[in-house]
């Protein structure tokens, strides 16, 4: 049976385990994804512990996502790139190889939009937000706004991604754009309100917000009034999750029962 699970501190509010033991028991097969609570000074033991104990990895939640980058033994582009391992597989000889699946989530529901020349506003210049720029670097998108506490960090952002666009602090409309994304912690249970003024968008506009507790976010809330496109921070949730479940049990998750998933993590569920 194989066994996978998530390091994180804290760690009981991962819904990692309903997604990967939904997709486990939909496809019939053996195996177990658990939630494991490390302590900053012990995840180099954590680690190196996986392969004895016959897990084939773990994915990695905060803080541990750049700490687990100097453990591994092989990174994957996207990780390197980005500065943060949020996938940790255990390779046949028991060597570590780190990932990263932030970005390949986030931009799963873009693909097939189209924003390949065109705009986007970013909120947010931290971890999440290294992932969104990197996605919106493989989009093709032509310019992109940061919006920030520090724009001074998303210039440098901005820079290392070989990005055009610019940044400004947070407070006022938001930059008009073809996409919007909250990258940041705000507007989540339990941490201060996103103050994010629509006014200056279009109908076009796209609104991503990759918070996903709550669902239905203050920011989606009002794009939806103002009628314009949304997307939560499930998609990403499940997309990233995707590709640790193929690394993890070897074949692909049944994607055709997203609804079913969906469904269950809206509702709370526990796996």
């Excluded at 700490?67 to 994957?76: H, Q, S, T």
């Excluded at 996938?87 to 990263?100: K, R, T």
């Excluded at 409309?173 to 990258?183: C, G, K, S, T």
């Excluded at 479940?245 to 994607?255: E, I, K, Q, S, W």
């Amino acid at each position: 049976m194989k066994a996978a699970g998530v390091i994180g501190w804290p760690i009981a509010h991962s819904k990692s385990p309903v997604i990967h033991r939904f997709w486990l028991r939909a496809l019939g097969l053996e195996g177990d994804y658990s939630r494991l609570a490390v302590p900053p000074e012990r995840l180099g033991d954590a680690l190196r512990g996986l392969a004895p104990l016959g897990f084939s990895g773990v994915n990695v939640t905060v803080p541990h996502k750049v700490a687990a980058m100097r453990l591994v033994d092989v990174l994957d582009d996207a990780a390197r790139d980005i500065g943060a391992v949020n996938i940790v597989q255990v390779l046949e000889d028991g060597s570590l190889y780190g990932a990263n699946s932030d970005a390949r989530g986030f931009l799963e529901p873009l693909r097939a939009k189209g924003f390949a020349g065109q705009t986007a506003t970013v909120i947010g210049n931290g971890g999440a937000a290294r992932a969104v720029l990197w996605g919106l670097r493989e989009l093709g998108i032509a310019r992109v706004q940061i919006v920030a506490r520090a724009p001074e960090r998303g210039l440098a952002l901005l820079r290392a991604f070989d990005l055009v666009g610019g940044a400004q602090a947070m407070g006022g409309a938001l930059p008009a754009a073809d996409l919007v994304v909250n990258a940041t912690s705000l507007g989540m249970q339990g941490q201060p309100a996103l103050a994010a003024d629509l006014s200056q968008q279009s109908g076009d506009v796209t609104v991503y917000d990759l918070v996903y507790a709550p669902l239905e976010t203050d920011l989606l809330a009002d794009a939806r009034a103002r009628g314009f496109a949304t997307i939560d921070g499930l998609a990403m949730l499940i997309g990233q999750a995707a590709v640790a479940f193929r690394l993890f049990f070897g074949v692909d998750a049944p994607r055709d029962r997203d609804a079913e998933l969906r469904a269950l993590l809206v509702a709370g569920a526990e796996a």
